[in-house]
């Protein structure tokens, strides 16, 4: 781990590692091929695969068991029964099969996923696991409703942004999809209560949470559980210590989701040590609650 991080800090080590991804993403895609049959994970049927394969990152993880454990775990604690939750930046569907089982049918989860591949894969794994408390939306979760760009990553389907990663070792492809902030989402369906928001929009997070400002004054309680990722952030040109202050401004308790599958409270005054640390991590998962 201290090598990654060390690789992740030097501009020549990004550009490795991103080779790397890609020469991974289409080894995954190969193998996922091969098969053609969904894979079996934490009891759901799942397709990982179509015209491209996810990160190999990504795969063995989710294949070995290994992915988000501790996210995971709190999802599970936290949404109940009857509960509507929000899975925005869906991929293919691993946490939004979670949610359908969570929820159980008097629930419902919108799961938001732009880029057509995933899309359809994501319905695919909807279909093939009976959920229907799940509706599909192909649209990217911005602050506004409208059509964004969309590139396409080779490194993994599941690393697809609607900002360029400069770090790309192959030009990214683009694509255009329809964008749609939660507030507006949820106002043309009646504004229903929305009781958990999981995010990982591949450093948009700053976009949407500025679209779902209405969500959270209505609600309360509220959860949030969102990717924060210093480099992915900038490169939409969002400053990491300053989305970390928003998410504050909006009433919001920010707690990290630790390795040891705690939550550590932070307080915005040790916010620039927090995006210190996950800079240094990579990424960490935040928990963000208003009671």
Not at 117 to 133: E, F, G, R, V, W
Not at 187 to 208: F, I, N, Q, S, Y
Not at 265 to 290: D, H, I
């Amino acid at each position: 781990m201290k090598g990654l991080q060390g690789l992740r800090r030097r501009p020549w080590g990004r550009k490795a590692l991103a080779a790397v991804n890609l020469v991974g993403s289409k080894c995954t895609r190969l193998a996922l091929g091969l098969h053609r049959r969904p894979e079996t994970v934490d009891g759901f049927k799942m397709y990982l695969s179509q015209r491209g394969g996810p990160s190999l990152s990504f795969a063995v993880a989710l294949l070995g068991g290994k992915y988000e454990q501790e996210t995971r775990s709190l999802l599970e604690h936290v949404t109940e029964r009857g509960m509507t939750v929000a899975d925005v930046g869906a991929h293919v569907g691993y946490y939004t099969l979670l949610f359908s089982r969570l929820v159980g049918d008097n629930g419902r989860v919108f799961a938001f996923e732009p880029e057509p591949d995933n899309h359809a894969l994501l319905c695919k794994n909807i279909a093939i696991n009976h959920c229907s408390n799940v509706i599909p939306i192909a649209k990217a979760v911005s602050d506004r409703t409208g059509i964004v760009k969309l590139f396409v990553s080779s490194q993994g389907n599941d690393r697809h942004s609607i900002f360029e990663n400069p770090r790309s070792v192959v030009r990214e492809s683009i694509r255009e999809v329809p964008s749609v902030s939660l507030d507006a989402f949820l106002a043309t369906e009646g504004w229903p209560r929305v009781d958990v928001v999981k995010m990982d929009v591949e450093g948009a997070e700053p976009l949407a949470l500025e679209g779902m400002q209405e969500l959270i004054r209505r609600s309360q309680p509220f959860k949030l559980v969102v990717e924060f990722a210093p480099d992915a952030l900038k490169f939409g040109g969002n400053e990491p210590r300053r989305f970390l202050d928003r998410l504050s401004d909006l009433g919001l308790h920010v707690e990290s989701i630790e390795e040891n599958g705690s939550q550590r409270p932070w307080q915005a005054s040790s916010f620039g040590s927090l995006a210190a640390e996950a800079e240094a991590r990579g990424m960490v998962n935040l928990y963000c609650t208003k009671l």
